[in-house]
């Protein structure tokens, strides 16, 4: 079984540029998860889908980050503009439902972001 | 929201030596709670996850967790580390009634020979 795949796995831009960062999750999976993962702390949850609709952004930062997922498949997050303390790895997960069972949470390998 | 505090953030330890991360999580609640590893340039590959039942639980690549509710923690075990068990190890809990996962800021293990 394929995983969650991520591209780019790196990037490097000047400040108030703007990035794109893809998430494929695993076929079948409804929920996608995008974090943030500032050096040495974990990950934060910035975006949480259910298929293509929003369940929970109250920790994205509106004024500068996007995201969506058309066909609740693939999504895109972007930052338009990028600042320097948005350097960070950038983690897709995906699951198969959002229950509240424990459903185990599958993370892509990231995309490492890098502001100058 | 939960919190998850990992008490160690560095642990160097001797290859075939145990070695012991500890976390603790902040609620009164039951929670679900789970053990990730993350190596070198990779995403975080789930060790194991404690929903109910036994306290111990076993994981993948010979780790076990021990969930002790009085204590409020899930520390992780493994008797006896490998090189490759060298990579950071984060602690997350979930509210039961919620879908957040909220992590520890990670452990990074280094297994010398």
């Known amino acids: 079984e394929a995983g969650v795949a991520q591209s780019p796995r790196y990037k490097i831009i000047e400040k108030r540029q703007s990035v794109a960062f893809w998430c494929n999750p695993i076929?079948?999976?409804?929920?996608l998860y995008w974090y943030q993962q500032i050096l040495g702390q974990g990950p934060k949850l910035l975006i949480q889908?259910?298929?293509?609709?929003?369940?929970?952004d109250s920790q994205l930062p509106k004024d500068r980050f996007s995201a969506e997922r058309l066909k609740g498949v693939d999504s895109t997050l972007k930052i338009q503009p990028a600042k320097l303390e948005d350097s960070a790895v950038y983690l897709c997960?995906?699951?198969?439902?959002?229950?509240?069972?424990?459903?185990?949470?599958?993370f892509g390998p990231g995309t490492r972001l890098l502001v100058l | 929201a939960q919190s998850v505090t990992q008490l160690d953030s560095q642990v160097p330890v001797f290859e075939e030596a145990p070695v012991e991360l500890r976390c603790n999580y902040s609620?009164?609640?039951?929670?679900?709670l789970f053990w990730y590893v993350q190596y070198p340039n990779q995403g975080l590959q789930l060790l194991l996850k404690?929903?109910?039942?036994?306290?111990l639980v076993k994981g993948i690549n010979g780790f076990e967790a021990e969930f002790n509710k009085s204590q409020t923690s899930f520390h992780l075990r493994k008797p006896s580390v490998h090189i490759s068990d060298t990579a950071e190890y984060f602690c997350?809990?979930?509210?039961?009634?919620?879908?957040?996962?909220?992590f520890g800021a990670g452990t990074t293990v280094t297994v010398r020979a």
């Open positions: 997350a809990v979930r509210d039961p009634n919620d879908y957040k996962l909220s």
């Open positions: 076929s079948g999976h409804a929920t």
């Open positions: 889908f259910q298929n293509n609709g929003v369940v929970d």
């Open positions: 609620s009164s609640v039951s929670v679900y």
């Open positions: 997960a995906s699951s198969l439902v959002a229950s509240g069972r424990g459903e185990t949470q599958y």
């Open positions: 404690y929903l109910s039942g036994s306290t």
